[in-house]
């Protein structure tokens, strides 16, 4: 239980937006079930970010919950609309247009989890993204298959599209590996520590070492726009597939496990005990890939180059496809100065400005039925447009976009 903030309900009350929230400027109230959330930050604009309190209608008492994921930078203004009961949308006013939606999750399934995990009060930061270019891809298999070097081609074709999540492992640093960089190395006790504090999306013990995915790890990646790349074995995509992180899953396989061996000595990294573990746990894992139904994709690497066109192909990188999507993910350009509505799955953003509705465009309309995604990472899947509010509702799109 903490202190009441020093803006309190009841100043907020004032202020009715129509669908459950009520807002005072920078702060907003919104109510789900017995709890009321309030959202933003001191009246002196002074703080750098959105902070969350909540308010307990039961028992009175409020609570400073743990806030999980990046945190939106503090605005000018804040809408906020409950969705489904387990999410608040909130609009920032005046935000960049890649800044301006966020969702805070405070009863979806990862929340629940973390609940369960710390003890307490739990709500996850997820920035909301248009469309679903950005679905992380999950990739697996053995040893010396290709898997790292398939990826740094990736990401040396298209350095603004991909970024790599930085595993957590307790092995030692092979010579030309970077701490941060290609994994954080870290003491075993430190991360079975991390482990308890809920930190790791997912964890396994691979080849005698713990080897993790912080939910830092995505979300530094999904902060920036990229989409991300986890080089994960196989317990892990399990793991993954489990969780609220909607993946890409894809197997690489040798050519055969005498290549494997091959590919595995001439790397030169590992030592002889280190290469018959990594032979041996192979074969386990070359079974998982192909038969436990958790990859979507299942690719050969025995022609470096023909793999790695394949890959891009299964990815949509392929000829005129990767040209768009080499792009920057488009935002959405939100006027400083606007109200915001809800009907069913679409939020109308009211923008009241003297440009727009001579443009007459003055609704953006944010379409959330087919949500995907959220925390830890993204939300995808908002479908924004522009309409005419002088025509018949909101069937009188005029200019998709
Ligand atoms: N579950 C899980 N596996 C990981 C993670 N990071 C790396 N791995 C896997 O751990 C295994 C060993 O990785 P590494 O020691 O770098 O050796 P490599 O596979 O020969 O490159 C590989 O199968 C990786 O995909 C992680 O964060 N979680
Ligand atoms: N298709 C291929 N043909 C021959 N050698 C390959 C091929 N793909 C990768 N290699 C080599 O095999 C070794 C292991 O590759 P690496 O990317 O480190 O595997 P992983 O990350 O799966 O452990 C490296 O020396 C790499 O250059």
């Not at 053995?142 to 603004?160: A, D, H, R």
């Amino acid at each position: 239980m903490g202190e009441a903030p020093a803006f309190v309900v009841d100043d907020l009350l004032q202020n009715q937006d129509g669908f459950g929230s009520k807002s005072n400027g920078c702060k907003i109230t919104t109510t789900i079930g017995d709890k009321t959330y309030v959202i933003g930050g001191e009246n002196d604009e002074s703080t750098l970010s959105l902070e969350v309190q909540i308010f307990d209608e039961d028992t009175g008492n409020w609570a400073t919950p743990i806030v999980l994921g990046a945190k939106p930078s503090s605005c000018k203004g804040l809408s906020a609309v409950s969705l489904n009961d387990d999410r608040i949308l909130i609009v920032k006013k005046g935000s960049t247009p890649d800044d301006c939606i966020w969702f805070l999750e405070v009863d979806t399934r990862f929340v629940r989890e973390q609940k369960k995990i710390q003890g307490t009060d739990v709500v996850a930061w997820s920035r909301g993204a248009r469309g679903y270019a950005e679905k992380p891809v999950v990739i697996s298999g053995p040893s010396g298959v290709g898997k790292g070097t398939l990826i740094s081609m990736l990401m040396k074709e298209f350095p603004s599209m991909f970024g790599f999540s930085v595993s957590h492992t307790t092995r030692a640093p092979r010579c030309m590996e970077k701490d941060g960089v290609h994994y954080h190395f870290t003491e075993r006790s430190v991360m079975e520590q991390e482990l308890k504090d809920g930190k790791f999306l997912e964890h396994a013990l691979v080849h005698g070492n713990l080897y993790g995915t912080s939910i830092e790890a995505v979300e530094v990646v999904t902060d920036t726009g990229k989409r991300c790349i986890l080089d994960i074995d196989v317990q892990g995509a399990r793991s993954v597939k489990a969780s609220s992180l909607e993946a890409i899953f894809i197997f690489i396989c040798p050519p055969s496990m005498e290549e494997l061996e091959t590919r595995l000595r001439s790397r030169g990294t590992e030592t002889e005990e280190q290469i018959l573990k990594r032979l041996q746990n192979a074969k386990k894992e070359m079974e998982q890939g192909q038969s436990s139904g958790i990859f979507d994709h299942i690719l050969y690497n025995d022609n470096l180059d023909e793999c790695y066109e394949s890959l891009k192909k299964l990815l949509g990188l392929d000829g005129a496809a990767a040209a768009t999507l080499r792009s920057a993910p488009q935002g959405i350009d939100l006027p400083a100065d606007h109200s915001v509505s809800k009907m069913d799955n679409k939020i109308t953003i009211n923008c009241g400005t003297a440009e727009l509705k001579k443009a007459s465009k003055n609704l953006i309309v944010l379409d959330v039925s087919s949500l995907k995604g959220g925390a830890p990472g993204r939300t995808r899947g908002l479908d924004v447009y522009a309409i005419d509010s002088f025509s018949d509702g909101l069937n009188g799109i005029n200019q998709p976009s």
